[in-house]
């Protein structure tokens, strides 16, 4: 490896950082705002892909500031890990910013101005986590992190915006301080806090219950961003936010910070033969196969589409740290080399799959204002585009063959079955077929359901049989369950308003949108009208929303046909040989 003094990883952070300034000098003219981030967006991710060649030739660009604390270099450097998630960021946060003028616009959303100001500082602090050179330069982003999303988590400005802010902040600082206190604990052991592919090697050495200690500390910490139970409960609440936001959160930065983190614990500070020999491996994807199982439960039950792709972030995050920590928990060898393989490569996968399903939900609320799975009988028709990449990505989540999300679990499945973990690998069975029983109800109604025929099923809180069930219970005298598919008597709008089960959102008439507004919020009610054809041309949404939508889904079909010419899996390869020594 090759350090290359530069300065582009720091210009890389910079340069979203200091667009917020021209972002709020531009308030109240929103078209030269919104020139200012895109031309921020594609500078940041032109810096970044320029480091990509050197990196994958085995060159590392470090930009050296000065003395964080004695023997504690303020450095940033750009790595095969820190490029993983630094260009993920940078593409992402570019077609996001696309996305965000369509459906700020299109909501006529108050304080646009710093809504956008606060997203580049957001993806500024995410690009420091991702090329943060050790663990007190890490924490110093980290926290940026959290302040810069604040925000935007309680952009709504109501009750239920604001509580969800503080709970957020509660979470994510609680988490900060237990990342703080396992960096200095490690500095103690080790006398450094830099990271080193394979680990720091004084840690191994060091006493194991000191080390077992700080390896607890770092995971809690980023356990919080990451959504490990049973810290998960923030993210969930933090839907009262925009829905680029949540794909913000979900997709881009806060959560992948957290995984992030672990990776950067796992394989660069202790290294997973330390990890393996302080027995932290196996208890770490203990927790990750009971989270991404139990969250995938969950899910079932959620109504609200953006709650159950919230627990399926929560479910999905769990696929990486499950990769990394049986990683470290084998002998080192192929199967060890391929569950890191594949909860590395899970990283950008999942993003493009959760940021177009998080778009789809966003497009859907816009047009159509409906955010609930039992109202979406049909919404095909209406949305034909947004509905067919929506059923792309659901396959990717599901693990189907040609999608992004088919190779980062043969990863997995293959690392746990070769390495004899077979109690993961039927977590990871168990949990793909959840998958497709949450995701493909709402295929289904879009496509092959009317508003007038559909069956509210399979949310758990329905009888068997579903809406029909209910019906014909009711006629013969008994009492179904009121505002099923929902966790209390009202559900919250993706814009975070309360609306009561039996509120309608509008007038009677179908709007611009061509949404019949007189549905029933619950679903236990017979919805009543059609939707509006608007055909396979675009005419569902503005292209500012469509655009971003179709590319991140087209995203998810690249990683899954040709994953070898993708330059992420190339990346994740240069990161595991570096790390154990074995190629795949």
Known sequence: MTEIASLRPLAAVLVPAVAILPILASRGRQNVREVWTLLAALSALGIVASMVPGVLAGDTYV?????????????????????????????????????????????????????????????????GVAFASNLLVLFVFYELLTVATYPLVSHDETDEARAAGRKYLTYTFGGGVAVLAGSVLVYLLAGTTAFAPGGIEALAG???????????????GFGV?????????????????????SGLLHAVAVVKSGVFGIARVILEVFGPETVAEIGMGIPLAAVAAFTLTVASVIALRQDNLKRRLAFSTVSQL????????????????????????????????????????????????VETHTDDISDMAGIGERMPLTMAAFGVASLGMAGIPLLAGFV????????????????????????????????WPVVYAAFFESKGES???????????????????????????????????????????????????????????????DHEGDHGHEPHGDWESRGWFGGESTWFMLGPILFAATGSIVLGVVPDTAVFLRIVRLIVAATTGVSV
Request: with cysteine.
């Open 318 to 365: 769990s696929y990486i740290v499950l990769g990394l920590a049986v990683g470290a928990a084998l002998a080192p060898g192929r199967a060890s080399a391929y569950a890191l393989v594949g909860g590395l490569l899970h990283i950008p996968a999942h993003a493009f799959m959760k940021l177009t399903l998080f778009f789809c939900a966003g497009a859907i609320h």
């Open 63 to 127: 930009s050296a500031v000065g003395t964080l604390v004695p023997g504690v270099e303020f450095a940033v450097q750009a790595d095969a890990l820190g490029v993983l998630f630094g260009l993920l960021a940078s593409l992402l946060w570019l077609v996001t910013s696309f996305y965000s003028i369509g459906y700020m616009r299109g909501l006529d959303e108050h304080d646009q101005t710093r809504y956008f100001a606060a997203f580049a500082g957001s993806v500024a602090a995410a690009i």
């Open 206 to 220: 060091s006493d194991p219950t000191l080390a077992r200690a700080a390896f607890g500390l770092l995971i809690l």
């Open 408 to 439: 980062s679990k043969y990863f997995l499945l293959i690392g746990t079955v070769s390495g004899g973990q077979l109690v993961f690998t039927a977590a990871l069975l168990v949990s793909g077929i959840l998958n497709i029983a949450y995701f």
């Open 225 to 245: 961003k990451a959504a490990l139970m049973p810290l998960h409960s923030w993210l969930p609440d933090a839907m009262v936010a925009p829905t680029p936001v």
């Open 455 to 517: 069956d509210g099923k399979p949310l758990l809180e329905h009888v068997l049989g579903g809406r029909f069930a209910e019906d014909e219970l009711a006629t013969d005298g008994g009492h179904p369950e009121e505002n099923s598919g929902s966790d209390d008597a009202e559900h919250v709008d993706a814009g975070g308003e309360h609306v009561d089960g039996d509120t309608t959102v509008d007038g009677g008439e179908h709007d611009e949108h061509g949404f019949a507004d």
